[in-house]
């Protein structure tokens, strides 16, 4: 087992020792090279010890976490954040493939954690998924416009959501259709995405197509009738998906 050399940043000291004991119990490769109660003195030790892990605060008094982020881009080290309870920030972390935390830290989610970053540190990708969650931060507040992490055989890929049209299971698969005809594939589920994209603008209308609303055309009656997308393609809306559709749309649009 390598060792996971790593920093804590809380303004907190009761969330520094905590996480501290919970590390020691549960995550043995882990090694706590420096904790840190504010940003200046975390920028110091992260430029000095060069950690395969920081453990980061988001909301400290003076300098915040995301301040500290933005001066130290590239960022060349794993990061999984803590946090209080917030959607808009929850919501830019999942799309955006950054793990987190919330207050009080769960032991198992810990563990969890730490098995991915573990498993990320050897790609030297974090800058890329860092550079998308602060730009999806300022996204916050129009969901519509961030950018998402897909997963694909080489690493990852980041796209526009508004680029999407609309998503199509393919058994375990899901494949995304973009705008300009280009498609990406991915392992996850369409139920996946579904539960991932729930606040943003997308509607599950049939059991094999997940489908961006801002990309809807046209609909066409029958028993669960038929939408047209922006790129022509047509897709089926089950009988069962009609009036979640409908509603979905006469809340988007105001009709």
């Known amino acids: 087992m390598n060792t996971i050399k790593s920093i ?4 907190e000291p009761r969330g520094l020792s905590a996480l501290k004991v919970l590390l020691k119990l549960h995550c043995p490769q882990v090694m706590v090279a420096a904790e840190c109660r504010d940003a200046q003195h975390a920028l110091e030790q992260i430029e000095t010890l060069q950690p395969d892990l920081v453990f980061l605060d988001i909301s400290m ?7 500290l982020l933005n001066e130290l881009r590239p960022v060349r080290f794993e990061i999984i954040f803590t946090t209080a309870h917030d959607e808009f920030m929850i919501q830019a972390f999942k799309y955006s493939a950054i793990d987190y935390l919330l207050k009080p830290v769960d032991e198992d989610q ?11 540190i050897d790609t030297k990708a974090s800058s890329r998924r860092i550079d998308t969650f602060l730009y999806n931060i300022q996204k916050a507040q129009a969901p519509g416009e961030m ?6 055989m080489k690493g990852f890929r980041v796209i526009l959501l508004a680029d999407v ?12 259709h973009l705008t300009g005809g280009q498609t990406l594939t991915t392992s996850k589920s369409i139920i996946d995405y579904e539960l991932l994209l729930d606040h943003s603008n997308f509607c599950r209308v049939h059991k094999s197509f997940l489908v961006n609303l801002q990309h809807v055309r046209e609909y066409i009656r029958g028993e669960g009738g038929s939408v047209v997308l922006s790129n022509g393609k047509t897709v089926e809306v089950s009988r069962r998906k009609k009036e979640a559709f409908i509603g979905r749309m006469k809340e988007l649009f105001k009709y």
């Open 147 to 152: 950018k998402l992490c897909i997963p694909d």
């Open 110 to 120: 810990l563990v969890e954690a730490v098995k991915r970053a573990e498993e990320r």
């Open 61 to 67: 008094p003076g300098k915040s976490g995301l301040d």
């Open 165 to 176: 049209v609309y998503c199509e299971s393919d058994s375990s698969y899901t494949v995304f």
């Open 8 to 11: 804590l940043v809380d303004d």
